[in-house]
């Protein structure tokens, strides 16, 4: 019996070494309950510890799978339109530069004339004017660039007219000639717009008239024959604005020679060269220039030639010859007049468009609280952990 005891309280000795590691709580629950070994007790510290750093990690993983908001886009400034159209350039207010519905000027011009004969053995006279002063006029319509800005305002009507003033010449003997000489040219233009550049044709009926008088008297070889052209001219040309204050205009033609005058003392009266006939052609450029919107002036030249072949024969009275050169230069200018059409002058400038609304930037993504749910349908950390007695 008394073996028995001694082994009994040595095993209830070594049974009660572990409780030494027990809180207060557990181990006045261990008088009751049957002691839990040291594996035990060790892996219900672990299960606390995890407990407490599992809402830590749990809400870093959290933020790591949520993405970064958008950013935010950036409204692009806004530009007020102008509340004023911007003013014209200087050039438009001036105007100009459009199609002409009507164009008139007047001024001075100086001519120069040369005549020359053919087989004429000496016979005959040659002639030369340098220069000889003139009045020149010149007008340029068309009347329907008022009224539209169609084809019937490119049918327009020109002319130009010049008449010589104080010249006089001379005979070799000494005696003094009444100088007198004067042209005109009127007819029909179409022109054909092509941006800056204006063609045109042109068809139109013309006279131009040098006489030298008194003639030689009766029974006298008549050695300077007076000419009177009746002429045809069928020419083209173009008109080019280089700016809308300053054109170039010119043109060029054939001259049908359908008279060259059958007067006394005429190349074609009956007693010199009833026979005679003539072909030309002529020339012509001019440079304007704008001072204002309805006034400008210009310049230019003109170059006209006529060739004449005579017809001599033997039993006429005139003095035998082949024929004649007639040359004549006229170097012009004056002021003009000019009127543009409905389409003329500068274009007006176009108003400025108002700039394009700016589209509104996307509204930004509100971030995700901790504890809603995120993406994946995870939801965050949302439990306290507490210790509690077992």
């Known amino acids: 019996m008394l073996v028995l005891l001694v082994s009994l309280s040595a095993e209830a000795k ?4 572990p409780a030494k590691h027990k809180t207060p709580a557990a181990s006045s629950k261990s008088k009751s309950a049957a002691p839990a070994d040291e594996s035990e007790s060790d892996e219900a510290e672990e299960k606390s510890s995890s407990s407490k750093k599992a ?16 950013p935010e886009a950036e409204e692009a400034p806004v530009k007020k339109a102008p509340s004023k159209a911007p003013k014209p350039a200087k050039e438009e207010e001036e105007g100009g530069g459009g199609l002409v ?15 020359s004969w053919t087989e004429d053995m000496g016979m005959l006279a040659p002639y030369s004017l340098s220069p000889g002063p003139e009045v020149r006029a010149w007008l ?15 049918i327009g009507l020109f002319g130009t007219f010049n008449y010589g003033i104080g010249a006089s010449s001379k005979t070799p003997s000494g005696q003094t000639l009444t100088t007198k000489y004067q042209d005109f040219l009127a007819g029909l233009k179409i022109r054909i717009p092509v941006g800056n550049v204006i063609p045109y044709v042109a068809a139109a009926y013309g006279m131009q008239k040098f006489h030298l008088d008194p003639s030689p008297a009766a029974g006298m070889p008549n050695d ?3 000419f009177n052209y009746t002429l045809a001219h069928l020419g083209a040309g173009a008109r080019i604005q280089f ?35 003539a072909y030309g052609f002529e020339a012509g450029l001019s440079v304007g220039f704008r001072l204002a919107n309805m006034i400008g002036i210009r310049a230019g030249a003109d170059f006209r030639q006529v060739g004449v072949a005579l017809h001599w024969k033997t039993n006429q009275m005139g003095i035998k010859a082949g024929g004649a050169v007639d040359r004549y230069i006229t170097a012009w200018g004056g002021l003009e007049l000019v009127f543009d059409g409905i389409s003329g002058g500068a274009p007006e400038a176009a108003p400025a468009k108002a700039p ?26 949302a439990v306290k952990s507490t210790d509690t007695d077992e």
């Open 224 to 226: 300077r024959p007076n």
């Open 356 to 381: 394009a609304k700016s589209k509104k930037a996307a509204p930004r993504e509100a971030e995700p609280e901790e504890g809603a749910e995120g993406e994946g349908g995870e939801k965050g950390p």
């Open 243 to 277: 700016t809308p204050a300053v054109d170039l205009d010119l043109g060029a033609g054939y001259l049908l020679v359908m008279g060259l005058g059958k007067a006394a003392g005429e190349v074609a009266s009956p007693a010199l060269y009833p026979d005679a006939t």
């Open 101 to 115: 519905a009507l164009q008139f000027g007047v001024g001075g011009a100086a001519l120069f004339r040369n005549l």
């Open 55 to 70: 809402p830590a990690e749990e809400e870093s993983e959290e933020k790591a799978k949520t993405p970064p908001p958008a």
């Open 140 to 154: 340029e319509t068309y009347p329907a660039a008022f009224a539209t800005d169609g084809f019937a305002a490119n």
């Open 14 to 17: 070594k049974k009660k070494k």
